[in-house]
């Protein structure tokens, strides 16, 4: 007897959605620990800190809202993947540490997260409306609408900070601008 494809599509859409939601809870938690370092070391440049500070605050409630829709579905996050991609992201941090420049490799690695994190959503939002989980767009809406925001400030303030970072360097006559 065969099996109807589109119960198929649609019990695959399902599987691919709790992998889209656990994933991403992962990468929140990684978020969470390239960004957490950096707040802790930025000096010179308050603005850039408080910005990273409003956006942790943003990220754990991401982390709250895909939670709640892992709950909703009766699945949980996976811890597994979690503590690989926090690992992860505190190894990019203590890489960047070091970095003369640390201030602007983190701008630019936080650019570039914010846009991976953008994308993710994009899927996850389309999965969602593509299968039975359209009840969970404004959820994961917010959570899009939040990192669009973040990516945004970095962007625009990117050239503020290179400024401040090339005025640093040449006050203290070396390359190296505490971040």
Not at 124 to 146: D, H, W
Request: proline share 3%.
């Amino acid at each position: 007897m065969a099996t109807n494809p589109s119960a198929a599509v649609s019990e695959r859409l399902s599987e691919l959605f709790v992998v889209g939601l656990k994933n991403a809870h992962a990468l929140e938690h990684q978020a969470l620990s390239i960004m957490t370092p950096q707040v802790s070391r930025i000096e010179n440049y308050p603005e850039v800190a408080d910005r990273l500070r409003e956006h942790i605050e943003e990220t754990n409630g991401q982390i709250a809202r895909l939670d709640e829709i892992l709950d909703s579905l009766g699945e949980s996050s996976s811890g597994l993947k979690d503590a690989a991609l926090s690992m992860s992201g505190s190894m990019a941090a203590i890489g960047h540490s070091i970095a003369a420049d640390e201030i602007l490799k983190n701008s630019f690695a936080n650019y570039a997260f914010e846009n991976f994190e953008i994308a993710s959503y994009k899927s996850l939002i389309t999965m969602a409306e593509a299968g039975t989980f359209q009840t969970f767009v404004p959820l994961l809406q917010q959570t899009l609408t939040q990192e669009q925001q973040m990516a945004q400030w970095i962007d625009e303030h990117l050239p503020a900070v290179t400024r401040r970072y090339v005025e640093l360097s040449a006050a203290e006559g070396t390359s190296e601008a505490k971040i």
